[in-house]
């Protein structure tokens, strides 16, 4: 019988991984994890933005980048065994890269036969598809595989997945990533189940939608009005307003949290101004 290897928690400041955190939304979640005092590990592809981060961040607290991709396992396993040396084994991860594909995107929200479109549904590359599953699906399979081991053997810990509205509604245009934050949903409840037993939590936030720099110009006309699709999302959004990258921290501190919510695993809560809750009418 092989004899399993059990990793004790030490006394001191949790470690928190957080991939794709150089991203808007992951690099809020990741300075106040900091100011928390939490030990931050930085895991990202894009190398230069990860190290401005880790430098912007390191005056706040204790913080370091891992250049890694969660498409490539051997990286993450490399990148998990540099943080295990350098800060100890993961307490919280999050699992934060993902994203969306042009290639993957249809230009007309609902198929008119009698209209030529530039880039409907039958024009969609296999390969932008296969790119979004594999980065918001496979790089959150890839990457668990990787950290929780450790964490499920030591008996504790808390994973957060980031789900999406549209998990819950398929939005117009972007089907492969409305299909693959669905997968997320989905797999943050399998995982929730499998490691009950190992005290390992696992939850996700769905973030409605955020007015950041990376879908600006989805949102805003250049004289910073409401794009059209951008007046539709407002209309079904009973706060009447996008949200603000800091809004998502009080759900993932919450849901990171032992002493506050440490019977609650396999739950998906979305953060979005009311968006899923109303109906239109």
């Not at 299909?179 to 939850?203: D, E, G, M, P």
């Not at 007046?231 to 506050?260: C, H, V, Y």
Request: hydrophobic fraction near 40%; charge should be neutral; glycine fraction near 8%.
């Amino acid at each position: 019988m092989v004899e399993k290897k059990v990793y004790k928690k030490e006394n001191s400041s949790e470690v928190v991984v957080i991939t794709g955190a150089a991203g808007v939304l992951c690099s809020v979640i990741a300075r106040d994890f900091v100011r928390c005092g939490k030990k931050v590990a930085l895991v990202d592809v894009n190398e230069a933005s990860t190290l401005a981060l880790e430098k912007e961040l390191s005056q706040l607290g204790t913080v370091k980048s891992y250049i890694a991709s969660v498409l490539d396992k051997e990286s993450l396993i490399i990148a998990q065994e540099n943080i295990t040396k350098d800060f100890g084994v993961c307490d919280i991860l999050i699992n934060g890269a993902g994203g969306n594909n042009v290639h993957a995107t249809t230009s007309d929200e609902i198929f008119d036969p009698n209209l030529e479109s530039d880039k409907d549904f039958f024009k969609l590359l296999e390969s932008g598809v296969d790119f979004v599953f594999d980065l918001n699906f496979k790089g959150a399979f890839l990457t668990t595989q990787v950290f929780s081991k450790q964490m499920a053997l030591r008996g504790s810990g808390s994973i957060i997945n980031i789900s999406s509205m549209n998990a819950y509604q398929p939005l117009t245009k972007i089907p492969a990533y409305s299909a693959a934050k669905a997968a997320i949903s989905n797999f943050t409840q399998w995982l929730a189940v499998y490691f009950a037993k190992a005290k390992l939590r696992v939850n996700a936030i769905a973030p409605g939608f955020f007015a950041t720099n990376q879908n600006k110009t989805l949102l805003f006309n250049p004289d910073g009005s409401l794009t059209p699709r951008s007046l539709k999302i407002i209309s079904k959004t009973p706060m009447n307003r996008f949200g603000e990258p800091s809004e998502l921290l009080g759900a993932i501190r919450f849901l990171t949290d032992d002493s506050q919510s440490s019977f609650i695993t396999g739950i998906v809560i979305p953060i979005d101004g009311g968006f899923s809750a109303y109906s239109g009418v």
